[in-house]
């Protein structure tokens, strides 16, 4: 959390991290599927069932009911618990649009990441 303590250190930390990304996926081969989070929202049986292609993996009625899924599980492990049981909502997409004039100063750094996850055209 160090890094989230001003926008200027946020945006510094987001672009380290694309770019390690970037630069991990071509340097080691990595074999890698993305998803943005507006796309799951818009049309979550699409873009799982593509997720599940990526891995292999087979369509699961449960996947519909992951909340269920999850409630019913002994224990759940992770600091956001009360995220895995809610339902997905829609009104997370593109919140970054209601900052967006703070992020003025930082658009030219941000501009290829907008322009990489399909953010602009």
Known sequence: MVNMVSLNRI???YCTVMEILKLSQKRYSLNTHQIRYEDLVFD???NVSNLLTFLNLKWEEELINYQ???LGREVIRTPSY???IKP???TA???WKKYEKY???YKK???PWLHFFGYVD
Do not use: W
């Open 11 to 13: 945006v510094d930390f």
């Open 93 to 95: 997409s593109y919140r």
């Open 88 to 90: 997905i909502y829609k």
């Open 103 to 105: 992020l003025g100063p």
């Open 68 to 70: 269920k899924t999850a």
């Open 82 to 84: 009360s995220q895995v």
């Open 109 to 111: 750094k941000l501009e």
């Open 44 to 46: 979550f049986e699409l």
